[in-house]
């Protein structure tokens, strides 16, 4: 199953036409009908690394998620679905659905048309954006169960996205036949095939995104992507547009030129010189040819949704070898609503030579005396560095000059910086320069048990940003709660939206919650009380493409050895379903979901088991007994 996504690209087209001309009626058939089911096997959800589509709506080539590349297989394979509808060549129903699936998670993270800076793979330059038509043809199309003559859900995608409807004809057709555009979708989305955790509000788009053991951190050719080493090192990435115009990279503080690629927001990195940080590609084999795609030998990273509102992202960072294996760290990402709580444990590095940070924000000032907000004061003064006083008891309070506010508590040490920047360009390495603001949570040098806590709130008013400043004063007032954030698990509790979010790190561990007594393998958890109802989400993030040991390999001599990520005897592997045993305090019965069989236990507690796979979400509501 499965076709490489170049295929689409590059030749679908040309195979129709040359069909198309074949003058033999009968054997014009006989090809014709090869091709869908070429098509169709195309369309098909592949298996573990293939291309091109997966169970979550990720589409892959190069061994992950990549849109840039997906964009011209969407066009062409997008026209194929349309130009055989309604005849009878028309593609399969469930190939067709396949990529409605991936079509309709694409728009989710991409804010109004571009993908934030993490899922570039080589070409981080912001730009990378969708295409309109592709939702056209799918509406054109029909629904994949052939019921609608116009499909009104990708119809509606395609008016929300079109700048200009009106001059259209084709759009003016949907419209006739009852399309209407989309309200701007709001919600939490998980695509563990992506690494990757969507939250959408009030026109803005906020993306987590990692990397594992399965899925490689970022792709370096010798002439792309030189210096972006930690693109998904748990970037979290804000994509909207204060001003009113079309949210982008650039309106949300991106701009290439003196850009700090140690720096990428959400990140937590070692705050490497920008000649440190270029890429050393080799060839490694035929398939891969001269680039680097850099797995983890760390299994757990991904997120989980909740009620489709909420969700939790979390990862297990290990650096690779070939760059140092002594840097870890253990990150999660709690998304309420506007208010997106971060914390990280476990970090550490023997790397003395330069601090260890994680970055709040970076973000570009288009002259010297645009301000940004810290502790409630406007600041102007170019250059600023400004370090907080740890034992001074003052909690940070910082507004980025693009609207994002950031709250950090007292313990931690916060560094904040606006500066010209001399940098370089990722593609020819030539020298740029400009200026920026940025924030970071330092961790010293060569930290060995490193923590951080931070929230976000994405865009919002005065009145918020001060009601919110006003309640984290008094104790029996704040928002949420830290339970715990050390090397075992990270749980916040939310008091407003009355969520809780847990992300276990080890297997077998008991919990010392109200709520959940054990868990016996690393997950994500998501819970809510509603009158006598518990409703509650767990996810496996891991993929399970293989199990045991990460497959790592050494020489005689324990130096690492690079190997392409194609070479791996797991890369075509299904996922692996796995089973994760929970007990909950108090008597449980199941009220609705699936995937999960619940007993009761004689000590008054009760035992889940979910059955997981594909890194998918498990949502199911109980009642007591």
């Known amino acids: ?110 804010n109004k048309y571009v993908w934030t800076l993490s899922l570039s793979g080589q070409y981080p330059k912001g730009t990378g954006q969708i295409l309109t038509e ?35 004809p084709q759009a003016q057709y949907i419209v006739t036949k009852g399309g209407v555009a989309e309200a701007f979708p709001e919600g939490n989305w998980s695509m563990n095939y992506s690494a990757l955790s969507i939250h959408r509000r009030d026109n803005w788009l906020v993306t987590a995104h990692g990397h594992s053991r399965y899925l490689w951190s970022s792709e370096h050719c010798p002439d792309a992507n030189n210096f972006g080493r930690y693109l998904s090192y748990g970037a979290l990435e804000v994509l909207a547009s204060k001003s009113g115009s079309t949210p982008s990279n650039f309106t949300s503080g991106f701009r290439q030129w003196g850009w700090d690629w140690a720096r990428i927001p959400g990140t937590t990195t070692i705050h490497l010189p920008i000649d440190s940080l270029q890429s050393k590609v080799n060839m490694l084999d035929k398939e891969a040819g001269k680039s680097e795609m850099l797995l983890s030998d760390e299994a757990f990273c991904g997120g989980l949704n909740f009620e489709k509102k909420y969700g939790v992202w979390a990862m297990n960072l290990h650096q690779n070898p070939k760059y140092d294996a002594s ?36 973000t570009h000032l288009k002259s010297e005396d645009m301000p940004i907000e810290l502790n409630k004061k406007e600041v102007d003064k170019f250059p600023f560095l400004w370090s907080n006083d740890v034992n001074g008891r003052r909690d940070t309070y910082l507004k980025d000059n693009v609207g994002n506010f950031f709250y950090v508590p007292y313990k931690y040490n916060v560094v904040v910086e606006r500066k010209h920047q001399i940098s370089r360009d ?86 010392d919650d109200e709520l959940v007594n054990v868990v016996d393998m690393p997950c994500l958890i998501m819970s809510k009380m509603d009158k006598k109802r518990l409703h509650l989400s767990l996810c496996d993030p891991d993929l399970h493409l293989y199990n045991g040991p990460a497959d790592v390999q050494f020489d005689d001599n324990d130096n690492y050895v690079e190997r392409s990520v194609y070479s791996r005897d797991w890369f075509n592997n299904e996922s692996k379903e796995s089973k994760i045993k929970i007990t909950l305090n108090g008597d449980w019965a199941l009220d609705g979901g699936s995937n999960c069989e619940v007993n009761r236990l004689s000590n008054g507690k009760t035992e889940l088991i979910f059955k997981c796979q594909h890194g998918m979400t498990n949502e199911v509501r109980l009642k007591k007994n």
């Open 1 to 110: 199953p499965g076709v490489n996504l170049e295929a689409f690209n590059t030749t679908i087209m040309g195979r129709l036409a040359s069909i198309l001309m074949i003058e033999n009626p009968k054997l014009r058939v006989q090809y014709l009908s090869c091709f869908v089911r070429y098509l169709n096997n195309g369309l098909d959800l592949a298996p573990g690394l293939r291309d091109a589509f997966k169970p979550d709506g990720s589409v892959f080539h190069h061994a992950n998620n990549y849109p840039e590349y997906a964009n011209e297989g969407y066009k062409n394979s997008s026209r194929m679905v349309y130009l055989l509808s309604r005849t009878g060549f028309a593609v399969s129903s469930k190939g067709h659905q396949n990529l409605k699936r991936s079509l309709l998670m694409t728009r989710l993270y991409c």
């Open 134 to 168: 592709y939702y056209k043809y799918m509406a054109l199309a029909g629904s994949p169960d052939g019921t609608q003559e116009i499909d009104q859900e990708m119809a509606g995608v395609f008016l929300r996205l079109v700048d200009d409807a009106d001059s259209d």
């Open 327 to 362: 840097f870890k760290a253990r990150k999660s990402v709690f998304f309420f609503d506007d208010k997106i709580v971060c914390l990280g444990s476990d970090i550490q590095t023997e790397n003395g030579l330069y601090p260890t940070e994680t970055t709040l924000f970076q």
């Open 426 to 511: 990722q593609s020819s390495k030539y020298r740029t320069e400009n200026n920026f603001a940025s924030a970071v949570i330092n961790h010293g040098n060569g930290p060995s048990d490193a923590a951080y806590e931070y929230v976000m709130l994405v865009q919002p008013t005065d009145s918020e940003v001060k009601h919110f400043i006003k309640a984290m004063r008094y104790d029996d007032s704040h928002p949420y709660i830290v339970q715990q954030n050390d090397r075992e698990a990270h749980i916040v509790e939310d008091y407003t939206s009355n969520v809780k979010g847990y992300a276990f790190f080890v297997r077998n561990r008991n919990v």
